[in-house]
């Protein structure tokens, strides 16, 4: 059951503005609803700060009853498969869909060398479904973290989310100021590595143990104003005919190429 | 102007069986189809037949002049936006939407060692994104042959058509047995690679000049009765806790490695 006002929040949601003014988004989904549930209840996550409730058909709560019964802190609501419909984002709405207040990423650390990592970072990535792959492969080479342009899309994003398969509620992006970033990395003498056409071979480029990578927009690349803080520009040399590589195919090659 | 049955003709080819029955597609948005008349004009494509017509904004049709002037064949209908928004397959139609007829590609040539190149075999890829950007790669990396099971993901669906950025019209995938394919390729001594969790770690892996590549299901991976003719089963390490890479992110790391 679900009252009227909560299925108007509930659709509110679909905006950014909204999913501010409340801190909070959504969750859909059988796989993603029990990746949050398992990483809520470890409370392992950096982005989860609470679960308001979880919407359901009985025929899920029914499928996952022990995961239900082991979050005790969780409210469970049964819903139709009309009701589900009706805050559904999905064009096929799933079984389960759940709305999480989120954790606000807490102030930018300095950054001082020497790092653990190579650190990513994302200028005005602008495609939700990039955001959220890009999100799942800092997650599969273990990078923890990952810095966004505020003119990125919002993390918050259901695409986004959806997207990212589970790796959201492990690595979330700090949106941030790029420069001020790039600027104090510059001062550290941290290497920071931005992908550009016309760039160093990647293959021939000596990569330090720990930097940061840029990635930029998916048409315009690095914006000018950041450029000036590369210290190395690296390409991925095309040896074909495509115009360019999507922004977080380019992702996964630099990350495989400095990690394997 | 575009009449009713012109409207309702291109309307129908959202569906994968009247594109089938008209061997017809839609390509759509100022870069596709200007990608698309600059191949058609140098006759080099392996996909394109025929361009039925071109349906454009008048302010397309001002921009492009010099364009559609050298496309002397192409037949360019002016038409209003909300004649476009009716055939128009985005949700923000775009200034233009071509009619494409396509050719059907050629029947399967055998495979005779030594091969050019590593070609690319896709098992079971369903999701349209995921396609087109497959393709891309391949177009990037100079892959000139691409073979796609039968079950895969329609190659003149919308989605994909967009997703290629334009390589669809270099580079289209030959739809056909997997099996018979593999077991060509096994009789002739032709490697064949495939990405499997628990295979060799691809960078400790010794690569011939040439191979298929194998890229299995976005869920399921390659399918059982693939995997015997797998010579070579390859796996890019995971480093953090992503539960699986995408399957045109894996495509790209393993085309880096091998090629770059």
């Not at 969750?27 to 470890?42: A, H, S, T």
């Not at 469970?76 to 999905?90: C, D, N, P, Y």
Request: hydrophobic share 45%; aromatic share 8%.
């Amino acid at each position: 059951m679900i009252s009227k006002n909560q299925t108007k929040f509930i659709q509110s949601l679909k905006l950014k503005k909204y999913r501010q003014k409340n801190s909070a988004f959504v969750v859909e989904g059988e796989k993603m609803v029990k990746e949050l549930l398992m990483i809520y209840r470890q409370a392992t996550s950096f982005v989860v700060e609470q679960i308001d409730a979880v919407y359901a058909t009985k025929e899920w709560l029914a499928e996952e009853v022990a995961l239900v019964n082991s979050c005790h802190d969780v409210l469970f609501e049964e819903v139709t498969k009309g009701e589900l419909a009706k805050i559904s984002q999905l064009k096929t709405p799933n079984k389960v869909v759940a709305v999480v207040r989120y954790l606000h990423s807490k102030n930018i650390t300095p950054l001082v060398a020497p790092l653990q990592e190579h650190i990513l970072v994302l200028d005005h990535i602008q495609d939700p479904g990039n955001l959220g792959t890009i999100i799942r492969i800092a997650d599969w080479f273990g990078i923890k973290r990952l810095y966004c342009s505020t003119d990125c899309v919002d993390l918050f994003n259901a695409k986004v989310i959806q997207a990212t398969m589970g790796s959201v509620f492990r690595i979330a992006p700090i949106y941030t100021n790029l420069e001020l970033l790039l600027s104090q990395a510059q001062l550290q003498g941290i290497p920071v590595y931005g992908a550009m056409l016309g760039g160093e071979p990647i293959k021939k480029s000596v990569f330090k143990e720990y930097g940061l990578v840029v990635i930029g927009n998916e048409g315009g690349g690095i914006r000018t104003s950041l450029q000036t803080y590369l210290s190395h520009k690296i390409t991925i040399p095309r040896l074909g005919e495509a115009e360019s590589l999507n922004a977080a195919i380019a992702t996964g090659i630099i990350y495989a190429i400095i990690n394997l």
